[in-house]
């Protein structure tokens, strides 16, 4: 090597690719562990005892591992939504409201729809008034950027706020069920359950919309890797200026991000409203939303790793409940932040070690 | 409407704000995003009702909850500062951690998933409204403190180089690193005095009490456009306006959920530049390798 050091373009090889999005989720789950054994121990209970017991109630039964797939259907299309915008380099912290007006989208259609409406046709229906009320509150933060450069976080998080406010009056000043903050139940729409084919998940709220969650996260994977439209929107995430410069209109890939990000998130409302409870009910997204910022991380905003982290977060969830009797489920809220801030120290310091290793292997 | 209580009522819901959005300027100020105030608020209520509890005294109580959001900043500034995660992030997961820890211990220590028990609080003189409190004359005078320490001394300079120009800050000898730590730390310790009022004035702690207030704070932060006074004008505006809502309560004039909206709405529209545009320190959130 006269020439001196020689600057290297060519792309991290897969297997290196693969140890970046897979060593720091790993890395949390240790943490997560260690932790939650501290968190156990200081109840005086015995960890292996309370683990077993957390797997027993969660993949150990049917009824406890529908539940963790009910819940992982909201995270998944929470988590594909933020997976979505940060594709594109934009952070939608405007899950929780988006999935919220979702819902209330659904269920609007759901009473407006006739009874008796064919079960496909009332879905459809319903799930593109939930994308389009999702879609609606994306578009703002989206436009906000475009046009005057305002930040998509904090418009995302001010939104929030509003919309929740809205809907709030909405549920309680003009449509509730006397005495309740919900709506009256859908005349059409309903989704089957699981229990409904197999009765062993009986009690269980997993529902058909598990099967929605899994083909949108195949639409966003086809989008975002075989489409052009997802090729303009990876090329904006990874460098804005330079995708400007190739003939990339990135205002325009910035509103298509951020609104399909709301729209994804807003489709998630149908497992509750459709699938769940069959009404719309104030509050009913109590921080999947959030989650869904967290489920994107783990995930490393890949499809496939975000159904993956959707099922993980999920299980915590459920598994709180499972060993309630020994240690108070809100152990699982704190792991559920120590994983989140694990993974996000992980990342950068597991690329920078990466990185690291392979440029001193080059030289 | 009494123009007297009114104002008192007013003060009193500012002073949480007033505390967390001095604290939100300072970090933000150094470039680190403050999207943890609240969760720096909570844990600061938490640990000022645990120490109030087990010592009788709510000086401990005020010692342990600068504790506690001190703790929380340090995680804050260990995760973006030396391992460079995502300020945004970060700032979620520090928020959720705050909503887990305090549960979790509300548990542990008090065996209740709602609240604590009662503890002892300032003063208690109802004949003048809750002004014999310490802590609410200095959620008074904070702001303008944090005006003359950002723009009189030479650390609020190096805060501010630091938030504009990191590299060029480094290269006049100032430790960005260093600087930023004690901002963010400064941060978490008026964020948890804004949880400490507030869970020593209700004389308990409820699960999730500060209830968005942090996120008011932050908007009070981008309203004002990163100054402290500004800042300060803004959180004494949200709270007029809640004031306004809790003693119109019953009229119906205005649904109160349009008065809630009324921070957050502003604040999208400060960002949007309607109204003389707000612009953050140059260097707010960006990691530099």
């Given amino acids: 090597m006269t020439e001196g050091v020689q600057p290297t373009f060519t792309a991290a090889p897969w297997r290196e690719r693969a140890q970046e999005a897979l060593i720091p989720p790993l890395v949390a789950l240790l943490v997560a562990l260690i932790c939650g054994d501290l968190l156990i121990l200081s109840y005086g209970q015995s960890p292996a005892a309370v683990y077993r017991l957390l797997l027993e109630g969660t993949w150990g039964n049917a009824y406890g591992f529908g539940q963790v797939l009910y819940k992982a259907t909201t995270l998944a299309f929470t988590g594909l939504a933020v997976s979505f915008g940060l594709r594109a380099g934009l952070f939608n912290i405007g899950g929780e409201s988006q999935l919220a007006a979702g819902g209330f989208g659904a269920a609007l259609m759901g009473l407006a729809l006739p009874v008796g409406t064919p079960l496909i046709l009332a879905l459809l229906v319903c799930m593109i008034a939930a994308g389009l009320a999702g879609g609606v509150v994306g578009a703002v933060p989206a436009y906000l950027k475009t046009r005057f450069g305002a930040h998509e976080v904090i418009v995302t998080i001010m939104l929030n706020f509003i919309v929740l406010a809205l809907l709030n009056w909405f549920i309680a000043g003009h449509l509730h069920v006397p005495e309740t903050l919900h709506t009256p139940e859908i005349h059409a729409g309903v989704l089957p359950r699981l229990a409904d084919i197999d009765p062993r998940f009986h009690g269980s709220a997993a529902n058909l919309a598990l099967i929605v969650a899994v083909l949108v996260a195949f639409a966003v994977w086809f989008y975002l890797f075989r489409a052009r439209g997802g090729y303009e929107l990876r090329a904006v995430g990874l460098q804005p200026q330079a995708a400007e410069y190739g003939g990339i209109s990135v205002g325009r890939v910035w509103m298509r991000a951020l609104t399909f990000s709301g729209v994804i998130a807003g489709i998630g409302g149908i497992n509750y409203v459709l699938g769940y409870k069959h009404y719309y009910e104030d509050g009913f997204a109590s921080g999947a939303g959030f989650l869904g910022i967290a489920v994107a991380l783990v995930g490393r905003n890949h499809p496939l790793g975000v159904l993956v982290a959707a099922f993980f977060f999920a299980t915590l969830s459920q598994g709180g409940l499972a060993i309630h009797a020994f240690v108070p489920k809100q152990m699982m809220d704190v792991l559920q932040g120590v994983v989140i801030l694990a993974v996000a120290m992980a990342v950068p310091e597991v690329r920078r070690i990466l990185r690291g290793a392979r440029g001193r292997s080059d030289a | ?289």
């Fill in chain 2, 1 to 289: 409407m009494n123009p007297i209580s009114f104002l008192t009522q007013m003060i009193r819901i500012a002073v949480p704000y007033l505390f967390a959005a001095s604290g939100g300027v300072v970090a933000e100020r150094a470039g680190i995003v403050s999207l943890t105030l609240e969760g720096f608020m909570l844990s600061g209520a938490f640990a000022a009702v645990l120490g109030t509890n087990y010592s009788g005294s709510p000086w401990v109580g005020v010692l342990c909850g600068i504790l506690g959001g001190l703790i929380f900043s340090l995680i804050h500034a260990v995760a973006t500062i030396r391992y460079r995660a995502d300020q945004v992030v970060v700032g979620v997961a520090i928020n959720l951690l705050a909503i887990g820890v305090t549960r979790f211990f509300l548990k542990l220590f008090f065996a209740s998933s709602s609240n604590s028990p009662r503890v002892a609080g300032f003063g208690g003189n109802i004949n003048v409204a809750g002004f014999d409190n310490p802590l609410l004359w200095l959620g008074i005078i904070v702001a303008p403190v944090m005006a003359f320490v950002i723009y009189k001394t030479p650390f609020g300079l190096r805060v501010r180089a630091v938030g504009e120009h990191p590299d060029a800050a480094e290269s006049v000898g100032v430790s960005v690193t260093r600087v930023r730590y004690v901002a963010v730390a400064i941060s978490g310790m008026l964020a948890a005095l804004g949880g400490v009022y507030l869970a020593l004035d209700q004389h308990q702690f409820t699960d999730q009490m500060t209830a968005g207030r942090g996120f008011i704070a932050i908007s009070a932060v981008i309203f004002g456009r990163w100054d402290p006074i500004r800042a300060a004008l803004a959180c004494l505006l949200f709270a007029a306006a809640e004031t306004l809502q809790i003693q119109l309560q019953g009229s119906h004039a205005i649904p109160s959920q349009f008065i809630e909206m009324i921070p957050y709405a502003l604040t999208i529209i400060a960002l949007a530049g309607v109204v003389g545009r707000a612009v953050p320190p140059a260097a707010l959130g960006k990691v530099e390798d």
